[in-house]
């Protein structure tokens, strides 16, 4: 290991940001940035802070040839026991294989998200042509039917394929790792060069999803009696989110993938310790909101209304964790 590796690793195991270091030193973030990227060196003055704040040897820091031995951050200490094995490696290759097949498969699972948003469109469209008579209405309610459970199946092929050509990389969402040298130098390469592509798609998917109730009040107002139009406009809703969304999901899975090799942000050890217990809630409670949503719609047959459901249950769940999140914190 080199002094970049080093100080990512010992870093790591202190549970500290980059800006946590940096505070330390009294230097940049930007600092301790280009020394982990191997940019730069820091001086003799620097070297003898960081190992006197890591409790490491100058030696160790200066000599390539010395290894540590493996330390499991705090946070963790409660979830392992003595055997724990030495955290896994993830090399360049493996790094750059990971963000290439994040890239390929993000507009598969982003497409999936569209795909489940539009499902109920084209029921919600004919439902408000039941004027026309019993028949067209039966005719309708089925043909919107088919197309509903079509793209759901659709959705779900994509999704279980783009997971299957992820699944040697899961670790990096539950596992802290340790990463060869230059990786982290790369990734952070390749994320500074797509910031400005994640910026404008995470922007104009939400312009998209925040203009998408123009056309159901427009609309609403001028033909306000006329039933048709008001699900033809709640269908063009769902159009226009679905675009939005697929921006925004499509966006953040690649800015995610180089957060999880970076273990930054929502994928830190604080995070994926959090993440530990918070996994069975999530699976248990958004199996309940999707019964719950689809019972109440062909109960009610109220598909241009049901769609609320998920915005709310959106809103609900954050709460639910960040007290969840809070209790954990009091008790640990």
């Known amino acids: 290991m080199i002094l970049a590796d080093k100080i990512i690793n010992e870093r790591k195991k202190n549970g500290w940001s980059q800006e946590d270091l940096a505070e330390r030193l009294s230097v940049s973030r930007q600092s301790v940035s280009k020394w982990e990227s191997a940019q730069a060196v820091p001086d003799l003055q620097k070297i003898l802070k960081m190992a006197e704040i890591f409790g490491v040897s100058?030696?160790?820091?200066?000599?390539?040839?010395?290894?540590?031995?493996?330390?499991?951050?705090?946070?963790?200490?409660?979830?392992?026991?003595?055997?724990?094995?030495?955290?896994?490696?993830?090399?360049?290759?493996?790094?750059?294989?990971?963000l290439k097949i994040q890239s390929k498969t993000a507009p598969m699972t982003a497409l999936g998200v569209s795909l489940c948003i539009i499902s109920p469109a084209l029921l919600i469209f004919l439902t408000g042509f039941e004027k026309f008579g019993?028949?067209?209405?039966?005719?309708?309610?089925?043909?919107?039917?088919?197309?509903?459970?079509?793209?759901?199946?659709?959705?779900?092929f994509l999704f279980i394929t783009s997971s299957s050509k992820l699944k040697k990389f899961e670790f990096l969402e539950t596992e802290i790792f340790e990463t060869a040298y230059g990786v982290t130098g790369m990734v952070k390469e390749k994320q500074k060069e797509y910031a400005e592509t994640h910026t404008r798609r995470l922007a104009l998917g939400v312009i998209l999803?925040?203009?998408?109730?123009?056309?159901?009040?427009?609309?609403?107002?001028?033909?306000e009696d006329i039933e048709y139009v008001a699900t033809s406009s709640v269908s063009l809703l769902l159009l226009i989110v679905s675009v939005g969304v697929?921006?925004?999901?499509?966006?953040?899975?690649?800015?995610g993938g180089f957060q999880k090799l970076l273990q930054e942000n929502d994928y830190s050890a604080k995070e994926k310790k959090e993440k530990a217990y918070l996994s069975p809630l999530?699976?248990?409670?958004?199996?309940?909101?999707?019964?719950?949503?689809?019972?109440?719609?062909?109960?009610?047959?109220?598909?241009d209304f049901t769609w609320i459901v998920w915005p709310i249950a959106g809103v609900l769940y954050v709460v639910l964790a960040e007290i969840l999140k809070m209790l954990n914190q009091k008790n640990s």
């Open 282 to 303: 999530e699976t248990i409670y958004w199996t309940v909101v999707l019964a719950g949503y689809l019972a109440w719609s062909f109960i009610t047959n109220r598909w």
């Open 246 to 255: 697929n921006l925004i999901v499509r966006t953040c899975i690649i800015e």
């Open 134 to 156: 019993e028949r067209f209405e039966t005719i309708g309610a089925a043909i919107g039917l088919v197309t509903l459970f079509i793209l759901v199946a659709i959705a779900v």
């Open 58 to 98: 100058t030696d160790y820091l200066l000599k390539d040839e010395l290894e540590p031995e493996c330390v499991v951050p705090e946070e963790y200490e409660k979830n392992t026991d003595s055997d724990t094995q030495p955290f896994r490696t993830v090399t360049l290759h493996e790094a750059d294989e990971f």
């Open 209 to 223: 999803c925040i203009l998408s109730v123009i056309p159901l009040i427009s609309l609403s107002i001028i033909f």
